[in-house]
């Protein structure tokens, strides 16, 4: 039987975590990121990303935030036999600001792949008869996606 080598979660090196502005200027948020979790689903055609942030320059007025910025982070698990993985994001939001002290807030940013936006915008229009589930959902893929 083979033996399987599981990993934790969260096990990963951050090379690069970056918000981008509406006006295409980049700014590095490794220093201000208390986590960051990317979730996959099967239910959903597109990630999420959620960085916690510790924020005491006042991120969200001096960048500023506007909802138009885009999120880019390379990560890889710790062994040395992966690359990095570098995936986009759209800001989708602020979540959970908690003012933690007198000058210091905490809050999520939460983003989503562009995946997202492509599923919204793709229909299929084709009906399929006399076909497994399986071959509807193969043709789908390699038609559609």
Known sequence: MAEHQHREVG???????VIIRH????YSLLNQA?????????????????????????LIESLPIIGEE????EFKTKSDEFNYVK???????????VKAKSR???????????EYFASRQKTVDNSFQ???PSDIATNIFHEYM
Do not use: W
């Open 23 to 26: 006006d295409g200027a980049p």
């Open 34 to 58: 208390m986590s960051v979790v990317i979730i996959e689903s099967l239910l959903n055609p597109f990630l999420t990303i959620r960085i916690t942030i510790s924020d005491a320059v006042g």
């Open 104 to 114: 210091l807030d905490v809050f999520d940013i939460v983003g989503i792949s562009p």
């Open 70 to 73: 885009h999120i880019y982070i």
């Open 11 to 17: 096990f990963c090196d951050i090379g690069d975590l």
């Open 87 to 97: 995936k986009f994001f759209r800001l989708q939001g602020i979540d959970t600001r």
């Open 130 to 132: 006399g076909v497994t």
